[in-house]
């Protein structure tokens, strides 16, 4: 990765986001056609295909925000991200190219595919400027297709594993030369021997050749990643210390700059309370004079309203009597009006029936009349007096 973070526009594999994807993950040796995003690719959605195999190292690559979220400002590594890569047969992961090599090499050997992601390592493993393809991978599986490996079975022992290269196909065998039969002494079968013992020899010196430079790829190979691990944890604790003291001087700095701030701060809250102070203070003295000069108002307004009420009373008594006398008046003419209305009721009432009872002596002196009359009329026509009584 370009220490200059440039904004490069890809398509992911997996759920076709095109565009800037951020973090993204792109195959050491198929390139850009090959990319899945960061998510997309943590789901394990990385599907090997006829090309792409399962096998071959993604690396990672970020952007400007992307690497200071994941690396907080590490330095970049060749001009790119540090890479940490999955073993694809064990699944264990955070090995560098280098400890992953040596991790396939130790424990995954006799894998059908070790030797390939071996290849692969070697040529990433190369110095800048190597780049992996997979026309450079079939050149160097088939460069390394006969190979040594050595295996440690038990303590003081080795056993060795000769892997031949698969015939090639079409490839025609040269045929052996005929030879005339002829009669072998023992002399000549015994240089034969010889010689076929020293060729044997002479390809154990050469396997175990072979295999001291394996051996000694392995120890550089662990002499690499040891100084790379130290040489990473050097670098680390330095930064680490920096940004330590860095941090430590900025928390001293925003420490004295809040005592500073709080420190005025204070001051003008003292300000403030002695001003707020004094016009509380010149705030009660006005109110204070406001008060006894409402009260002294107040006891002016009382003096005039009971004068006032005193006049008014006066007035009012005088002409309430006054009213009360004409009610009283009044009273006493209605009463005198009400009492000759009953006594001129009562007289007529009186009257009608002295005239009632006159009127009833009167018919009663009429009846006796009547009587009278009636008795003297027969007495005359009898001649004879009568003997009931007159009523008279």
Do not use: W
């Not at 096998?55 to 060749?78: C, D, Q, T």
């Not at 190979?221 to 680490?240: G, M, P, S, V, Y």
């Not at 009663?364 to 008279?392: C, F, M, T, Y």
């Amino acid at each position: 990765m370009a220490s200059s973070f440039p904004t490069v526009h890809r398509k992911c594999l997996g759920c076709t986001a095109q565009g800037d994807l951020g973090r993204r993950y792109e195959c050491s040796v198929c390139g850009s056609e090959v990319i899945y995003c960061g998510n997309c690719f943590d789901e394990g959605r990385n599907r090997p295909t006829h090309k792409h195999k399962y096998y071959h190292p993604m690396k990672a690559i970020y952007n400007r925000a992307f690497f200071e979220l994941f690396f907080s400002g590490e330095e970049l590594v060749n001009g790119e991200a540090p890479q940490s890569y999955k073993c694809p047969f064990c699944d264990e992961m955070g090995f560098t190219s280098e400890e992953l090599q040596v991790h396939v090499e130790e424990k995954h050997g006799g894998h059908a595919d070790a030797a390939a992601l071996l290849a692969i390592l070697e040529i990433m493993n190369r110095p800048v400027g190597s780049v992996v393809t997979a026309s450079s991978v079939a050149e160097e599986e088939k460069a390394k297709s006969t190979e040594i490996r050595c295996q440690e079975k038990s303590r003081g022992g080795l056993s060795y594993e000769v892997i031949l290269a698969e015939p090639a196909p079409n490839v025609a065998v040269p045929k052996r030369p005929v030879t005339p039969g002829k009669n072998v002494s023992v002399e000549e079968i015994e240089q034969k021997l010889k010689a076929a013992e020293e060729r044997r020899i002479s390809l154990e010196a050469k396997k175990m050749a072979d295999i001291s430079n394996k051996l000694a790829k392995v120890e550089e190979a662990t002499r690499k990643k040891d100084e790379i691990t130290n040489e990473f944890i050097t670098q680390t604790k330095e930064q680490l210390e920096s940004k330590m003291e860095l941090h430590v001087e900025k928390r001293e700095a925003i420490i004295s700059d809040l005592k500073e701030k709080l420190k005025i701060h204070s001051q003008e809250i003292e300000k403030t309370r002695e001003t707020l102070e004094q016009q509380k203070a010149n705030e009660q003295k006005a109110i204070e004079e406001k008060l006894k000069i409402a009260q002294s108002l107040r006891d002016e307004n009382i003096k005039k309203m009971l004068d006032r009420l005193k006049e008014h009373n006066t007035i009012k008594i005088a002409e309430i009597k006054s009213q009360n006398d004409q009610l009283e008046c009044q009273k006493l003419e209605e009463k005198a009006r009400i009492y000759e209305n009953k006594l001129f009721a009562a007289e007529q009432k009186r009257e009608k029936e002295l005239q009632k009872k006159i009127e009833k002596v009167q018919m009663l002196e009429r009846r006796a009349e009547l009587v009278r009359q009636n008795k003297a009329q027969s007495q005359d026509i009898d001649g004879q007096p009568n003997a009931i009584a007159s009523s008279g």
